[in-house]
């Protein structure tokens, strides 16, 4: 992704969301307002993106798209920050990084348990690159309703495109697989740069080989 999408004017909302707020809601540990402190200036609830604001019909779960941005103390941004405010709104999200002159975009796929339609189930959190504030804007995808709106975003910002007629949940779960993948191939990278034995040295080597295939086949 290379570029900042132009909300809607209609859908502007432009209110600060107290820390405290988040605090009530999703009961963060003692560690994670401490990241909130240390490394969130501000949070402002940007947009809402709603049938009533962008003209577009609410789909299946998601009724509405909150816009939050989060203007940063530095570049740095633990997800546990994000994780509390994703815990803490039951819509989706999509958070817009800020710090000096540049945004990113953020956002984890967030869906209804379908066990207990009171919960939300958030998958990993996707991410663009840092992008200047001069880059120029885009107007929102033109699709048909809130759901597709969504996921839209999300797909704009992830690291793989979706195979034909694969689904969201299907993209996000191979996303999941693809990330665990590669953790276990970077510690077997290690154990097989450390081994002194030989016969160790080519079964390690073998399994190494088998997961570097693992992960080339979900990149496709």
Known sequence: MSFLYEFPKKSAFGRAL???KIYEHASP????KALFVRQVD???WSYKLSPETINLPAKSNVQEIQIFTIVLKSEVL???VLSAIDKAIPSPIVFILAFKNKHRYVAAYKRQNVADKNKRVVSNYF???WMSDDKGQVALPVVLDLGTLYHTIL???MPLSARQSET???LVARLETLKLKEREAAILETRLNKEKQFNREVEINAEFRNLK???KDLKQ
């Open 78 to 80: 633990k997800y546990e």
């Open 18 to 20: 107290p820390k405290n």
């Open 42 to 44: 501000k949070i402002i």
């Open 127 to 129: 991410e663009s690159k």
């Open 155 to 157: 797909k704009s910002i």
């Open 213 to 215: 295939k693992e992960i």
């Open 168 to 170: 969201m949940d299907e």
């Open 29 to 32: 540990t003692t560690a994670v």
